[in-house]
């Protein structure tokens, strides 16, 4: 099974700060990792797919890089609305066989 | 507009079984893998099981391999997850979700595990 292993467990930003967060695989994944957010008391919502593909309607301040095992997830610039728990996900398994991050909770400092 | 509308949680004794329901809408369901993720509360996401769009691939997590049973209805746009022997470990809010990059999900059902 892929381990998916994210850090830091909790990250303290400022508004209008910029974000980064970290997710490793415990092996290659090649580009197959998505990125979450998740808000109190709603479903996930996908931000990035194909590592670095923003998601239909989320804002240009949101971007993801790297391959293989390394991944980031940047937030350029936090607004208010962004305070939220972040989740990565893998999904190079077939069939089917997906595994998540711990998560990483944004909030505010 | 993509809909997934899951049904079917409740509360469940240990050892008995339960069947959740997603019905899906607003796109063409036979061209997307499936899948079910859950999340006790106040924990991360976790994911259940997976299926292909022609039910001829399926996978599970090690946690509830051999008691619980993914499976697709094409012909009426809905996935199934079957789950027997329940554990209170099993407690949880059930998502089902779109393609491999889980890309929409449902509102989720809150399956309740306790004597």
């Known amino acids: 099974e892929i381990v998916m292993t994210q850090s830091p467990a909790t990250l303290s930003v400022s508004p209008g700060e910029r974000a980064t967060l970290s997710c490793r695989a415990s092996?290659?994944?090649?580009?197959?990792l998505a990125w979450y957010q998740q808000k109190p008391g709603q479903a996930p919502r996908l931000l990035i797919y194909g590592a670095s593909t923003r998601a239909t309607g989320i804002p240009a301040r949101f971007s993801g890089s790297g391959s293989g095992t390394e991944f980031t997830l940047t937030i350029s610039s936090l607004q208010s609305e962004d305070f939220a728990v972040y989740y990565c996900q893998q999904y190079n398994n077939w069939p089917p066989r997906v595994t998540f991050g711990g998560g990483t909770k944004v909030e505010i400092k | 507009e993509v809909q997934l509308v899951e049904s079917g949680g409740g509360l469940v004794q240990p050892g008995r079984s339960l069947r959740l329901s997603c019905a899906a809408s607003g796109f063409t369901f036979d061209d997307y893998a499936m899948h079910w993720v859950r999340q006790a509360p106040g924990k991360g996401l976790e994911w259940v099981s997976g299926?292909?769009?022609?039910?001829?691939?399926?996978g599970y997590a090690d946690s509830v391999k051999g008691r619980f049973t993914i499976s697709r209805d094409n012909a009426k746009n809905s996935l199934y997850l079957q789950m027997n022997s329940l554990r209170a470990e099993d407690t949880a809010l059930y998502y089902c979700?779109?393609?491999?990059?889980?890309?929409?999900w449902g509102q989720g059902t809150l399956v309740t595990v306790s004597s």
């Open positions: 979700a779109k393609d491999m990059e889980l890309s929409y």
């Open positions: 092996q290659s994944v090649s580009s197959n």
């Open positions: 299926i292909s769009w022609n039910s001829g691939s399926i």
